[in-house]
């Protein structure tokens, strides 16, 4: 095996980062893949997760690939990522004041073996959002590109009232699930 010891099939600056606190080998390589929205919650993550391991895998045939899906659910509702500040401004009314489930499926591809894909799952509470706090948060412009209309590692963890599960995976990559996957990642961190 050549190169970096992890390709990482996704464009998120967030699993970037968690990984490079890790001191991870690893490189990053956009799958560029359509994503699934349409299902129960917990297959389309693990869907998602798997088409952009693959993609990549098909490049790269002799790597380790990891790829994740982060998403936001209410029962069977999935919040992806708005497009506009009406939309971020449904989601959260919408997850105002009750608990949602966020929900990241993990795929890793090693060379000549059959795929890994799973779930990592963690309840997140968000406060009743009034609308002072809600103008504030929609303002600063956070919920760009993210799943449910929140970053909870930014401006985000003011809407948060608790959690129940791996504040990581609320993050966008759910290290122990990767960990347990992966566990040469730290063997090989920098």
Same mark, same amino acid.
């Given at each position: 095996? /050549?190169? %970096? =010891?992890?390709l990482l099939a996704s464009s998120s600056p967030q699993r970037r980062a968690l990984l490079e606190v890790l001191g991870a080998d690893f490189?990053?390589?956009p799958p560029g893949v359509e994503e699934t929205s349409a299902g129960p919650p917990l297959e389309v993550a693990q869907e998602n997760a798997y088409r952009k391991a693959s993609a990549v895998a098909r490049a790269e045939p002799d790597r380790i690939v990891l790829g994740v899906d982060t998403l936001v659910a209410a029962g069977r509702a999935i919040f992806g990522k708005p497009a506009t500040e009406d939309e971020a401004r449904t989601t959260? $009314? /919408?997850l105002s004041g009750r608990s949602h489930t966020v929900i990241s499926g993990v795929s890793v591809i090693r060379p000549r073996r059959r795929a890994q894909t799973v779930?990592?799952? &963690? /309840?997140v509470r968000f406060r009743a959002l009034e609308a002072p706090l809600l103008a504030w948060y929609l303002a600063g412009g956070e919920w760009r590109e $993210?799943?449910? =209309? %929140?970053?909870?590692?930014? $401006?985000? =963890? =003011?809407?948060?009232?608790g959690i129940d599960g791996d504040? &990581?995976?609320v993050v966008g990559l759910p290290v122990p699930t990767v960990l347990e996957l992966i566990p040469e990642l730290l063997?090989?961190?920098r």
């Open positions: 095996m /050549t190169g %970096y =010891a992890v490189e990053v390589i959260l $009314r /919408t779930a990592a799952q &963690t /309840t $993210r799943a449910g =209309a %929140y970053a909870i590692q930014g $401006r985000g =963890a =003011a809407l948060v009232e504040w &990581t995976n063997a090989h961190s």
